[in-house]
């Protein structure tokens, strides 16, 4: 089992949308969660962390729910700029582990 | 933000050849840092984790004496990829981290391409 899974997608949404992506992960001891956005052929930038009690900024919002060992992230009013891949990150012993990334495209 | 900055961005060399990624932290110290492969639409793989002044602890698979990891400096880390083969052809990324209580997230550099023919 890998120790971060995401579903890959793609998720096709129209513009204005609500998506919602989940991610999975391994180790109960994790410490740390981020969601980090990647575009095409670039390097991953950070998105946001992930706490327990739940973040939001502006019209996205992240979730933990460490009993379930679950992370999701919720983009509101999809914009075609939101179009990326969506990487959940765990972080545990000093390591940064990636899921694999869910793709999202918004169309218009 | 903090500011990784990694070099060169793009690399063509001949098999057999080494070739040496830059890593360096601008605008804070990084206590660690991280070295990453990925290949075309998959996730990124981590190579190795490096602290600055100890050895490198490679992840299973990744073959040391290939991927030379030298974290000499609290801003400066560096990965060397020895006898590279068109295999090796990858997108190299490093990121880099400040203490984990201070900042747990870690910043990207911009990757490097490595082309091997």
């Known amino acids: 089992r890998k120790e971060v899974e995401q579903d890959p997608g793609p998720f096709n949404v129209p513009e204005g949308a609500t998506v919602a992506f989940n991610c999975t992960y391994s180790?109960?001891?994790?410490?740390?969660f981020f969601w980090y956005r990647q575009d095409c052929r670039k390097e991953p930038k950070l998105l946001m962390s992930?706490?327990?009690s739940g973040n939001e900024d502006g019209r996205f919002t992240a979730q933990l729910n460490r009993a379930s060992q679950y992370i999701s992230l919720l983009i509101r009013d999809s914009k075609l700029s939101d179009s990326a891949t969506y990487l959940c990150?765990?972080?545990?012993?000093?390591?940064?582990?990636f899921g694999q990334g869910t793709t999202l495209q918004v169309k218009p | 933000g903090a500011v990784v900055s990694q070099h060169p961005s793009r690399v063509i060399c001949k098999s057999g050849t080494s070739v040496k990624i830059e890593c360096r932290s601008l605008?804070?110290?990084?206590?660690?840092m991280f070295w990453y492969r990925q290949f075309p639409k998959k996730s990124l793989m981590l190579m190795a984790t490096?602290?600055?002044?100890?050895?490198?602890?490679?992840e299973q698979g990744v073959e040391k004496d290939k991927f030379l990891i030298n974290h000499a400096s609290l801003t400066l880390s560096t990965l060397t990829v020895t006898s590279a083969h068109p295999e090796d052809s990858s997108f190299y990324i490093c990121?880099?981290?400040?203490?984990?209580?201070?900042?747990?997230?870690?910043?990207f550099g911009q990757g490097t391409r490595l082309t091997v023919v």
């Open positions: 490096s602290n600055e002044g100890s050895k490198a602890t490679y």
């Open positions: 605008d804070f110290q990084a206590t660690t």
């Open positions: 180790n109960s001891a994790s410490q740390s």
């Open positions: 992930v706490y327990s």
């Open positions: 990121s880099a981290r400040d203490h984990p209580l201070l900042r747990p997230e870690a910043f």
């Open positions: 990150v765990v972080s545990n012993t000093g390591k940064l582990i």
